[in-house]
């Protein structure tokens, strides 16, 4: 019987992979559902196992799936790892991940799992937290603190009781690594939330996983049940949010954890030493904690050696929006934002000019092609005035209106504030009005309140752009600054970044957009 | 609530009272058996986990997945997030409102389908992306949105 690999995940499920493996099995093949490999344009993904090795097919639809075991399917891709899309990437975290059966310990045995977990029980919990500051990892999930060093000061910090968490609450737009990672090698994040365990001497985990990835839960949950014996005495489990993009900051999702609104706490305390019900805690997102079994199996100089400046390792870059090849490409950090759009992803899928990309999610900024020699690269970014995060690159092409898109950045954060601190709460709705007001002309009287007497610093006359500009800038200072966590610190990235690289969306002229 | 409501929320409270931050599973699972959280829940939960009526009704109005009221037939949840936009969204969004009968947000008065928001699904690379009645559904044009409709007899 000729054996089949289709994939599982939710993605190529939404394009339709469960038909096609149902038709495959009823022409008589034996279909195995893995992960997904991560180039969604050809999903759905068929490989065919043949004495040349697994050989690829897509997309496929049902209808002539069939074919594909003749051989003689038209959309015949070879083997998928020569594609050039994979060839290029250099893949330490997602090696596995559309290779193996996602829940199959032999599989993952057989591909090098649970290496990096013996080897860090060998160690001392001091000697792993070595390995881990020695390799350079700095944490995944956007703000990219020094993961060593976060897992020392848990160590360091006295308690009975602490706790491993793993933010798996993955809501920015245009990333889905974690999920990916998730429902297609589950058993890799499992040994690494054991491994941050016995290096600070944790012994219990959670994972919050975010509601909107009910495939991820499942697949994580089962393969927490099956590999219980393997990290034991170290326990863990899921938990699922419940639709609140703010959770995925690591202080409100702690709260969350512990059965409260998912409000963020005010720091200091550090989580790592008032973390999870009172106790240390490591917090770390999916991306960071999968990347320690590597670490740990081959050495930290092996991780250390890739990367740009201090940015070490890799990274596993999502390339998603209006982009003909979309999808997952782990690199090493160093790669321009011009090589992931235009090389790697092939340019805009509606094969009009790309006009704009947002990278690190809807706290991101927007960069023009003019931007595209930008190294990916922590302190490339910062200095550019935006963002990494965790690593998804956006794309639009020259219909998007930007105006609009620097609305939508204050609107999402009015619709997710968690309404603690005012510049988030307030600010985004005032924002929202502000940029409505700019982008009608920003002609109105001065209002009643305005007017009085008393209200000696407001503006005297009619509002006119250039006064609304210099509200709308002076409002996202406020932001950036007065803000408690990145939701409303960072909400004023894509909106400053648009009205500097796209004044005339606005109506501005460039001069106007410099003088404010 | 009916006598059998009451019971099942009994139940699955005395299920999870021993959890350490028992709420939200709590809350997700009555969810899952009622199809919503009714007001009526709130004084057996509190009282089941030592919490106060007002701690259980800040948590079920903070987070956008718990419900109120009992939903709609049908659940179609569209993708709003800045990569779903990119590949025009906005219009799906429109022709999705027209087409089920149901503005953003809302609920058909015959009760057959509520439409809401999602601000990403993780497909974001071949949007624009729903979920419909728990399928994820990427792709979403008019031909598709059509046989959706079509399926549901709208």
């Known amino acids: 019987m000729t054996r089949v690999f289709v994939s599982a995940d939710m993605a190529s499920v939404a394009l339709g992979a469960d038909e096609v493996a149902d038709a495959l099995s009823k022409a008589g093949a034996e279909v195995l559902r893995t992960g997904s490999r991560g180039l969604f344009s050809i999903e759905p993904l068929v490989e065919v196992e043949t004495e040349a090795g697994r050989i690829g097919y897509g997309p496929v639809a049902a209808a002539d799936a069939a074919r594909v075991l003749t051989g003689d399917h038209p959309k015949r891709l070879g083997p998928v790892e020569a594609l050039p899309f994979f060839a290029r990437q250099r893949r330490l975290t997602f090696a596995r991940c559309g290779v193996t059966g996602p829940l199959s310990l032999a599989d993952y045995a057989a591909h090098g799992g649970w290496r990096g977990l013996a080897a860090a029980r060998a160690l001392s919990p001091s000697e792993v937290v070595d390995r881990i500051e020695a390799s350079g990892l700095r944490g995944r999930g956007g703000a990219g603190f020094p993961a060593g060093r976060k897992w020392r000061t848990a160590l360091e910090a006295p308690g009975d009781e602490k706790f491993i968490v793993c933010n798996a609450d993955e809501g920015d737009s245009g990333t889905f690594a974690d999920r990916m990672l998730m429902e297609g090698d589950p058993f890799l994040l499992i040994e690494g939330v054991a491994i941050a365990g016995h290096a600070v001497g944790a012994g219990y985990g959670y994972v919050y996983i975010r509601s909107e990835y009910p495939f991820a839960i499942d697949s994580l949950r089962r393969a927490i049940e099956l590999s219980a014996d393997r990290v034991a005495p170290f326990g863990l489990e899921v938990r699922v949010g419940a639709g609140a993009y703010v959770c995925g900051e690591e202080t409100s999702l702690l709260d969350s954890i512990e059965g409260k609104r998912g409000q963020v706490r005010a720091k200091p305390p550090l989580p790592a030493h008032v973390g999870l019900f009172g106790a240390p805690t490591v917090i770390n997102n999916v991306l960071t904690l999968a990347a320690a079994p590597f670490i740990l199996a081959e050495g930290p100089e092996a991780y250390a050696a890739l990367g740009y400046g201090r940015s070490r390792g890799t990274m596993p870059v999502q390339l998603a929006g209006n982009v003909k090849n979309g999808g997952l490409f782990e690199t090493p950090f160093g790669v321009t934002l011009g090589e992931l759009v235009n090389d790697i992803g092939g340019g805009t899928e509606s094969r009009r000019p790309v006009r704009a990309v947002q990278v690190g999610g809807p706290l991101g900024a927007y960069f023009p092609p003019s931007k595209f020699d930008l190294p990916l690269d922590y302190e490339s970014f910062a200095a550019e005035d935006g963002l990494i995060g965790h690593a998804g690159v956006v794309v639009f092409d020259d219909t998007v209106d930007m105006g609009r898109m620097a609305r939508f950045a204050m609107e999402f954060c009015a619709i997710e504030s968690c309404g603690k601190c005012t510049p988030c709460r307030i600010g985004s709705v005032r924002g929202v009005e502000t940029i409505d007001r700019l982008i009608a002309g920003g002609r109105r009287p001065a209002d009643p309140v305005e007017a009085l007497a008393q209200m000696r610093n407001a503006a005297a006359g009619a509002h006119g752009r250039a006064s609304e500009l210099a509200l709308l800038r002076d409002l996202c200072q406020t932001m950036r600054h007065g803000s408690l966590c990145a939701l409303g610190g960072f909400t004023p990235y894509p909106v400053l970044s648009a009205l500097k690289y796209f004044p005339e969306d606005f109506g501005l002229t460039p001069e106007m957009a410099e003088l404010a | ?154």
């Not at chain 2, 699955?12 to 699972?29: Q, T, W």
């Not at chain 2, 106060?52 to 709609?72: I, L, M, N, Q």
């Not at chain 2, 429109?94 to 057959?112: C, I, K, P, S």
């Not at chain 2, 699904?121 to 624009?128: I, K, V």
Request: glycine residues 8%; hydrophobic residues 45%.
């Open chain 2, 1 to 154: 609530m009916t006598q059998a409501m009451t019971d099942e929320i009994a139940h699955l409270v005395a299920l999870h009272a021993d959890r350490r931050g028992a709420l939200l599973p709590l809350l997700h699972d009555v969810q899952a058996a009622l199809g919503y959280v009714p007001d009526e829940a709130v004084s057996a939960i509190a009282h089941g986990l030592n919490l106060s009526r007002a701690e259980v009704h800040g948590v079920v109005t903070f987070y956008h997945d718990f419900r109120r009221a009992p939903p709609a037939r049908h659940m179609f949840k569209l993708c709003r997030a800045e990569a779903c936009q990119a590949r025009g969204s906005a219009a799906i969004e429109a022709e999705a409102a027209r087409r089920l009968g149901v503005a953003m947000g809302q609920t058909r008065l015959d009760g057959e389908v509520t439409l809401e928001p999602v601000y990403c699904l993780g497909l974001c690379a071949t949007g624009p992306n729903a979920m419909v009645d728990g399928r994820p559904v990427s792709r979403l044009d008019s031909a598709r949105l059509e046989a959706i409709a079509a399926s549901w007899a709208l």
